[in-house]
T-cell receptor
Framework: NAGVTQTPKFQVLKTGQSMTLQCAQD?????MSWYRQDPGMGLRLIHY???????DQGEVPNGYNVSRSTTEDFPLRLLSAAPSQTSVYFCASSPNDSNQPQHFGDGTRLSIL | AQRVTQPEKLLSVFKGAPVELKCNYS??????LFWYVQYSRQRLQLLLR??SRESIKGFTADLNKGETSFHLKKPFAQEEDSAMYYCALSGDDKIIFGKGTRLHILP
């Protein structure tokens, strides 16, 4: 099993551009989530999903969209990138819910110019 | 709403000395608490969870509901313990992380 796979690993965007960060897991996990990691701020929850077809907002959802059309994939979309969205983004998954240990991806380092 | 507080951004400890990383939480329900660790150039990974009451790599953490704390402890620090440590709380289908504490083990 590859576990949680995030692509791309690095990306540079210009302000106003849109892009999708990909997250896929091959463990048949129901629960998936997206975090951003910023110096001095820790990990902040952007969006999460308790199963296919169900998504909900976390602590910092503004400027981001998600969808969960399959169990395996949980893409994160930036509609109009802003410099404040420069960050490292982590995707995580767990078998059933948030009470179980989370499996993290390697992260995507995103810079918005 | 859940809240996790890690008061120390950086903790420097000499090798062989005891380590305590502080974590306090706020949550109206019954919390599930975790410690995650991120070593340099590695993925964030689970260190331990309160429900299992295990000792992992010599670390332990006890949930104190009266003080709403879940401090991480190790009696003798090792150089390989240098990493970023995050306390996390699960509740209402969400996992909220603290801001993290960087542990630096001095030789």
């Amino acid at each position: 099993n590859a576990g949680v796979t995030q692509t791309p690993k690095f990306q540079v965007l210009k302000t106003g551009q849109s892009m999708t960060l990909q997250c896929a897991q091959d463990m048949n996990h129901e629960y998936m989530s997206w975090y951003r990691q910023d110096p001095g701020m820790g990990l902040r929850l952007i969006h999460y999903s308790v199963g296919a077809g169900i998504t909900d907002q976390g602590e910092v959802p503004n400027g981001y969209n998600v969808s969960r059309s399959t169990t395996e994939d949980f893409p994160l979309r930036l509609l109009s990138a802003a410099p404040s969205q420069t960050s490292v983004y982590f995707c995580a998954s767990s078998p059933n819910d948030s009470n179980q240990p989370q499996h993290f991806g390697d992260g995507t380092r995103l810079s918005i110019l | 709403a859940q809240r996790v507080t890690q008061p120390e951004k950086l903790l420097s400890v000499f090798k062989g000395a005891p380590v305590e990383l502080k974590c306090n939480y706020s949550y109206s329900g019954s919390p599930e608490l975790f410690w995650y660790v991120q070593y340099s150039r590695q993925r964030l990974q689970l260190l331990l969870r309160h429900i299992s009451r295990e000792s992992i790599k010599g670390f332990t953490a006890d949930l104190n509901k009266g003080e709403t704390s879940f401090h991480l402890k190790k009696p003798f620090a090792q150089e390989e313990d240098s990493a970023m440590y995050y306390c996390a709380l699960s509740g209402d289908d969400k996992i909220i992380f603290g801001k993290g504490t960087r542990l630096h083990i001095l030789p």
